[in-house]
């Protein structure tokens, strides 16, 4: 089982090169980062993990640009977002900057996606909240379109894109595409039809909801069985082994939104699961 790391990657921690370099010389699997293009300060929305809202949310870096610095200084380890909030993105854009992380870091990026949870942030991007989903859903199909190795043109309910000379291409013809979400239906359904698998933060409760995520995937026709990564983990002994009999490919831990030392503190604690 592949361990990898997550971190609120801001203007006040560790940073993204320093945090890539001690990452691959320490033998983790990967690098996973959040996105929050800003925080309202009205702070409507309740925040799920509580409030007061940690001060790292309002001040993320951009994990694209962070893990192209990433890349640029490694060789193995694997790059993801976790997550993307597609439904704020321009699909054309986002399409262009994936495949040229994918290209350009030989085929190491995961590409998780989210539908947000901060109403506010979300209509700063005009998104309307209530169609969020199927407007993920489209621009994942158009950004799959630019991503043919061929021309290909789309036409969806929110977005449109003729056939188009769009290059680099990811690596691989397509990133992996994981799906955060809490377990459900609605969401297995979504894996089961257009993701690689499941991204489900903490990973409680994954013993009952792997059963339910199969089922979704065989009856969707789907060949082999879908990765399933628990994401933001605090980790235990116990917690890692039961992943492992799980049978599951990879496990995110969660670092401190800190500067270098304490960082590193904590990745010295992680190196005894590698």
């Keep these: 089982m592949r361990i990898a790391t997550t971190i609120f990657l801001t203007d006040e921690t560790i940073r993204p090169v320093r945090l890539a370099e001690e990452l691959e010389q320490r033998g983790f699997a990967g690098l996973y980062l959040p996105e929050h293009t800003h925080i309202p300060a009205s702070r409507d929305t309740p925040a799920p993990m509580g409030d007061p809202l940690p001060r790292e949310y309002g001040r993320t870096l951009d994990p694209f640009i962070a893990l192209g610095q990433a890349a640029a200084v490694t060789e193995r380890l694997r790059l993801g977002t976790g997550i993307t909030l597609v439904a704020q993105h321009d699909p054309v854009d986002l399409a262009k900057q994936v495949a040229t992380l994918d290209h350009l870091s030989g085929g190491r990026f995961t590409l998780g996606v989210g539908y947000g949870w901060n109403v506010e942030e979300a209509a700063d991007h005009g998104v309307d909240w209530s169609v969020r989903r199927a407007l993920v859903r489209d621009r994942l199909a158009l950004m799959r379109a630019l991503w ?15 056939a188009s000379l769009a290059h680099p291409k990811p690596a691989g013809g397509a990133p992996r595409i994981l799906l955060g979400g809490a377990a459900g239906p609605r969401l297995f359904g979504e894996i089961a039809s257009g993701a690689d698998g499941w991204l489900p933060i903490g990973g409680r409760g994954l013993g009952e909801a792997l059963p339910a995520l199969r089922r979704a995937w065989e009856e969707a026709g789907r060949a082999g069985a879908p990765e399933v990564v628990p994401y933001a983990v605090r980790p235990t002994p116990g917690k890692l082994a039961h992943y492992r009999e799980l049978g599951l490919p990879e496990v995110v831990l969660q670092l401190p939104a800190a500067g270098e030392p304490e960082v590193l503190r904590t990745l010295d604690d992680y190196a005894q699961y590698l």
């Design 148 to 162: 043919a190795e061929e021309p290909t043109a789309y036409h969806g309910k929110f977005g449109s894109v003729r």
